[in-house]
């Protein structure tokens, strides 16, 4: 455990020390500024809910692209092969990066705290849901890190880490909106594999055992995955 | 220290490396030689916990690499080939980072990390990025930090690949100064390097192992043969040949006219332990033939190693 928290200490300053995070962080909030603003400015509502719908979307590529890099460059420079021999198990190397991912993600979602403050300051603010929305993001955030993280153990190339994230999160977003060609009785429970519901549920105020389940499991696979697929490379 | 026992790794179809059985003693210093390709550096991993044998096992002191790779880890250090550090760490980072991870105590990592830096000759480049430094420093970077754990087994792949001499001599050095109190395993294809520094040779072929042998036999167990050559003015090949020709420890004499007009070259094979030279001075000298050059030329390893590694 103590080398895992080693592993997230040297990513997150790895993240901080190279330009990709903060033009991440830049495009997330343009794009979930404009969501706030745009609700703000012409609809005249001061209100969360633009944000947090699209919140899911948003991070299916925000997401893969925070953490294309964790396994794939390392591949890419070798750098790798120096931390597999180093005394610590394959355990501590996946929990470490995904640790380091999740705090990359709450620094990225910190500054949007400044929107329920505005909304409070120029109407009334449910606390609720603001809080669940806050969570559900983390928890989604985690998830999709986690997913991100399968991805990009899958290959030495950033961008094919990248796309095959963005792919899988997408998937896991839309897959409600998707299946409705499908019979009723496949739909479904294709529709509870759906990450965007899940975090709806949460983001409005209601958080249910299920929700929460559903994005630690979706974690707990994702992972469980990354570290088989890490294990394969050594066979 | 090491004991390899038949180990065979395949990749698809290709049989990378092809049972090969060795052993490291402690505080033995074995270079692996070997044309590229030959299998070297998949062994390295194999030993270092990397990859996984095929076939085969991997016992490191009272451990073996299957069931124990975690104590296998502890005691060794692996420098892979050309030093894949991350680029964006400062050194001393870097060296801090491997520190924790070694589980090395906070009180004692100061003083431990500035011993490897010492001991490698970084002090000065401890403050900057390892983007930056040279690939030299790189490599003693690299060197630092699989010092820093204290392993009992250091294993390097090619630690002096892409160096200029100086710091080739450097490294090997610092190899030297280690090889000391550890056991080395490192791989090289330069054969004057594996002369210099180790105490036994393993030259891979193809998988298999070709040659086992401390250094200072291996010259002797594979031929051992030495040669003279000669250079001389006012004389004819032939007639070269006939005079020379006879005297006893000489195998045979090649004489051929040299790429400068007028003068001949000639080898002379020697049987080995024969040292004619005398003889063959008194038969030149009682010709009008002038004695340009003449010198005993061993074999060297190179030359061991390109007979042993010859293709087909």
Redesign the interface.
Known sequence: M??AW??CR?EC??YF??PIAYIVIVIFLLVVGWFFFSTLFLFNQASLRAFFRMLPIVFAFVVPAVTMRQFAEEFH??????L??????LADIVLGKFLACTVFLAALLAPTLAYPLLVGALGDLDIGPVIGGYLGALLLGAAFAAVGLFASALTRSQIVAFLTGCAICFALCLVDQMAFFLPEAAARPLAHLAADLHFENIARGLVDTRDVLYFASLGFVALSATALVLHEK?? | MIRVEELTKTFGSVRAVDGISFEVRRGEILGLLGPNGAGKTTTL?ML?????PSSGRIRVGDYTTAANP?EV??I?G???E?A??????LVF?FLA??A????IAPGERLRRIEEAAALCGIREVMHLPIAEISKGYKQRV?LA?VML?DPEILVLDEPTSGLDPNQIVEIREIIRRIGKAKTVVFSTHILSEAEATCDRVVIIHRGKIAADSPTAELKEALGGKSRLALLLEGADAAAVEARLAGIPGVEGVAAAPSDEAGRVAVAIALAGGADPRAEIYRRIRGTDWTLLEFHLQRQSLEEVFRELTREG
């Open positions: 103590r080398a080693t592993v040297r300053s790895a020390a190279s420079t070798g750098s790798y092969e120096i597999f021999t180093l005394p610590l198990r050594h066979a | 991993r270092t916990g990397f990859l996984a975690l880890k502890k060794t692996y420098l892979p050309s894949p550090l991350y680029p964006e760490m980072d980072f491997t924790d991870l070694r589980g690299g930090a754990g």
